[in-house]
């Protein structure tokens, strides 16, 4: 009897303690799962290429403005004029340092050339050209 009851209660024990192994084996997958999704979000944070708005045309602002601020045709007139005036600037401004750039450019081309053998040359040139209009794409979009 004795015997019996010892066996009861051994069993009764080892099914506790493998409810409690399945218990803890479920927590740490758990906290696995969370830990790496963590790990995953701060590595891939950066690297999100974030759809930007379409930049919009001196009118579609002066509408804008308009529609949200209540303004009368005289204030709207004067309000086109200023934002026509700050996208000239903007395009002549960017002009300025595209000419600035390829200067800059030409400068560093004629200095590679110095150092490396015509074969070297002509391959990084060929990169570096292609690069130079990869990044004229990129701006021209914006």
Do not use: C
């Not at 024990?13 to 192994?21: P, V």
């Not at 830990?35 to 930049?55: D, E, Q, R, V």
């Amino acid at each position: 009897m004795v015997a019996e009851s010892q066996d009861k209660i051994l069993k009764y024990y080892k099914h506790k303690q493998i409810f409690l192994r399945i218990i803890t084996a479920a927590i740490i997958l758990i906290s696995g799962i969370l830990i790496g999704a963590g790990g995953t979000i701060l590595l891939a944070k950066n690297n999100i290429i974030w759809i930007s708005h379409k930049h919009k045309d001196p009118a579609g602002i002066t509408k804008e403005i308009t529609e949200k601020y209540g303004l009368t045709q005289q204030q709207t007139k004067r309000v086109e004029e200023i934002i026509n005036k700050a996208f000239e600037q903007r395009k002549s401004d960017d002009e300025e340092m595209d000419k600035k750039h390829d200067i800059y450019f030409q400068i560093v081309i004629a200095e590679m050339k110095e150092v490396l053998t015509p074969e070297q040359f002509e391959r990084w040139n060929t990169d570096f050209q292609t690069m130079r209009e990869k990044f004229k794409k990129r701006a021209d979009k914006k």
